[in-house]
Each structure stands twice: as structure tokens, then as C-alpha cells.
């Protein structure tokens, strides 16, 4: 069964630095997106991505979050200065194409801001 | 997308049947009802989705009644690896829209 891949597992950084997610979607899937859980806390939506702009976004995707699919194959988030708060499970999802279509969701990134 | 409650937790043995069960008053005409579950560190999957009456696949069958203001997430014969979050999402279009996660239900199952 195809799945979405997520790299790396899990990403360790200084606060200030910048790191980017990757994600491979579904490989005939057209909607993609972004959530993050902080520990014990609720799945939370951060941005979608369709037709090579972002859809939607929350009110925590600010100028610190970019969202790129470079090659028509990987679907990357950066977090440009990361902050402590920013320490979270991010996971990325895609899906086939709208209606009552579901969303597939990859594994997983730890990150860890220090 | 409606809000949406259900019990913060449940508890169960190995071999059970567990129901789930999700009130959602202000529902939509056009609103699917969907359930995804979620082991720890993982991330959620799509476990079912209804929009009136009963709904079976191969892990679970959802019901809902004729007011569509409530459904039951129905597990039969749950086993140690059925221990999750299952959260109740309700809203149109639910697939190509933001998922609105709300905190779950968290079941436990024992041997």
C-alpha cells in the first residue's frame, strides 16, 4: 500500500537555526499538508498546498514558515529562525483530490529545538 | 467544521467490543462525519467516514442515527494494538479542507 515518507525522524536544532521537513507524498496525490502535535497536545493544521501554491494556512504558519514542492515529487516546510516553542511533531499529509476524499498522513518529524 | 465531543478516555480488555460515541448537534446538511485514530508518536489514520446510517469496512463500523447528531464508532473484538487516540471529525468536504483535530478519545485496551 503506497504511504507517505517522512525525513528525517527526527531532527535535533539550535534555536535561531533553520531546518526544513521533507515529506514524499502519495505519488498521484495532489493536495498536500502540514500539521504539527505538540507533546500531549492536539494535531494542529498549518498550511495546504494545491497546484503549487498554499490553499489555506493557520494563524501559526507566520513569515517563519515556507512551504515548497521542488521537484514535483518532495513537499518540503522550513521553519527559518526556529524557536523553542516551535519543538513538535510535524506531520505531513497528502491526498488525492478533494471531496470526501481522506487524508493520508506520513510518519512523522521529531523536532527538537534546544 | 461542527464541534464535536466525546470521552476523554475508555478502558477495555482484549477481545471486546468497544463503541465510541460522538455528539456533534450542530452538524451540517452537507457535513461527512469521518473518524481517524492515532498511536503514540504516529500520525493519525483514517480509520472511517459516514455520512447516514451504518458504515462497515474491514476495522470498524460507524452508526448513525436518522438526526445524524450523534455516531457511534463501533470496534469489534479490540486486541492490545487497538490501544489509541480516536478522534471524531465532522465537517463538508473534510478531505481537502484543514483537518480541526479536537483532543480524542484515548482507549486503553488490557489483557
Known amino acids: 500500500e503506497p504511504e507517505v515518507t517522512q525525513t528525517p525522524s527526527h531532527q535535533v536544532t539550535q534555536m535561531g537555526q533553520e531546518v526544513i521537513l521533507r515529506c514524499v507524498p502519495i505519488s498521484n496525490h495532489l493536495y498536500f499538508y502540514w500539521y504539527r502535535q505538540i507533546l500531549g497536545q492536539k494535531v494542529e493544521f498549518l498550511v495546504s498546498?494545491?497546484?503549487?501554491?498554499?490553499?489555506?494556512k493557520s494563524e501559526i504558519f507566520d513569515d517563519q514558515f515556507s512551504v515548497e514542492r521542488p521537484d514535483g515529487s518532495n513537499f518540503t516546510l522550513k521553519i527559518r529562525s526556529t524557536k523553542l516553542e516551535d519543538s513538535a511533531m510535524y506531520f505531513c499529509a497528502s491526498m488525492w483530490t478533494k471531496g470526501t476524499d481522506t487524508q493520508y498522513f506520513g510518519p512523522g518529524t521529531r523536532l527538537t529545538v534546544l | 467544521l461542527a464541534k464535536t465531543t466525546q470521552p476523554i478516555s475508555m478502558d477495555s480488555y482484549e477481545g471486546q467490543e468497544v463503541n465510541i460515541t460522538c455528539s456533534h448537534n450542530?452538524?451540517?446538511?452537507?457535513?461527512?462525519i469521518t473518524w481517524y485514530q492515532q498511536f503514540p508518536s504516529q500520525g493519525p489514520r483514517f480509520i472511517i467516514q459516514g455520512y447516514k446510517t451504518k458504515v462497515t469496512n474491514e476495522v470498524a463500523s460507524l452508526f448513525i442515527p436518522a438526526d445524524r447528531k450523534s455516531s457511534t464508532l463501533s470496534l469489534p473484538r479490540v486486541s492490545l494494538s487497538d490501544t489509541a487516540v480516536y478522534y471524531c471529525l465532522v465537517g463538508m468536504d473534510t478531505g481537502r479542507r484543514a483537518l480541526t483535530f479536537g483532543s480524542g478519545t484515548r482507549l486503553q485496551v488490557q489483557p
Open positions: 498546498f494545491y497546484n503549487n501554491e498554499i490553499s489555506e
Open positions: 450542530n452538524i451540517a446538511t452537507n457535513d461527512y
